[in-house]
T-cell receptor, first 115, second 116 residues
Framework: AQSVTQPDIHITVSEGASLELRCNYS??????LFWYVQSPGQGLQLLLK??????LVQGIKGFEAEFKRSQSSFNLRKPSVHWSDAAEYFCAVGANSNSGYALNFGKGTSLLVTP | GAVVSQHPSRVICKSGTSVKIECRSLDFQATTMFWYRQFPKQSLMLMAT?????????EQGVEKDKFLINHASLTLSTLTVTSAHPEDSSFYIC????????????FGPGTRLTVL
């Protein structure tokens, strides 16, 4: 069965510093991978996704993620964090099909940005 | 991406009553919608897959008679929590699946249900 692990429950970063959020997945085939962000009391916003092709994916708000098959990872990065980036970040994996399988989410990483 | 709305955004009800939550796809015809539940400080857990014109598919452990799902049109799915109890208090989020092969899901803003 597919699964997603986000090893870090909480991360604190100073504003302007770089950020990397870790995500590891377990899936037999090539997965569809996603990163979503959730602000308090809000729904989820898609940051970026990987289906195939270039393993370095650019997303919105200056985020990028790199798919590394050998490490079963899809880590999210941002070179310079802004205070508005403080939120909950979820990595998710989807089945490689057209039937609309739902996403399997990691437990999330809570990002705190300090001045 | 698709624009998804949910109504209401917050609802407080008494134990034993039923509550209906609407999920609308505003600019997209969605044959498949998903319902998730999120407890405080937890991840999203899939409850059911809602297919237009057919019965919903429920995840293991989710009571289909308690969480009634109706996907009557390509733009509307409803989740009714019947005979709600305090343990049903949660954040309910719906999503719609994008067209074609993308499998990208677009999420609604969520509904906060509090059962007293």
């Amino acid at each position: 069965a597919q699964s997603v692990t986000q090893p870090d429950i909480h991360i604190t970063v100073s504003e302007g510093a770089s950020l990397e959020l870790r995500c590891n997945y377990s899936y037999g085939a090539t997965p569809y991978l996603f990163w979503y962000v959730q602000s308090p009391g809000q729904g989820l916003q898609l940051l970026l996704k990987y289906f195939s092709g270039d393993t370095l994916v650019q997303g919105i708000k200056g985020f990028e993620a790199e798919f590394k098959r050998s490490q079963s990872s899809f880590n999210l990065r941002k070179p310079s964090v802004h205070w508005s980036d403080a939120a909950e970040y979820f990595c998710a994996v989807g089945a490689n099909s057209n039937s609309g399988y739902a996403l399997n989410f990691g437990k999330g990483t809570s990002l705190l940005v300090t001045p | 991406g698709a624009v998804v709305s949910q109504h209401p955004s917050r609802v407080i009800c008494k134990s034993g009553t039923s509550v209906k939550i609407e999920c609308r796809s505003l600019d997209f015809q969605a044959t498949t919608m998903f319902w998730y539940r999120q407890f405080p400080k937890q991840s999203l857990m899939l409850m059911a897959t809602s297919n237009e014109g057919s019965k919903a598919t429920y995840e293991q452990g989710v009571e289909k008679d308690k969480f009634l799902i109706n996907h009557a049109s390509l733009t509307l799915s409803t989740l009714t929590v019947t005979s709600a109890h305090p343990e049903d208090s949660s954040f309910y989020i719906c999503s719609v699946r994008g067209n074609g092969h993308t499998d990208t899901q677009y999420f609604g803003p969520g509904t906060r249900l509090t059962v007293l």
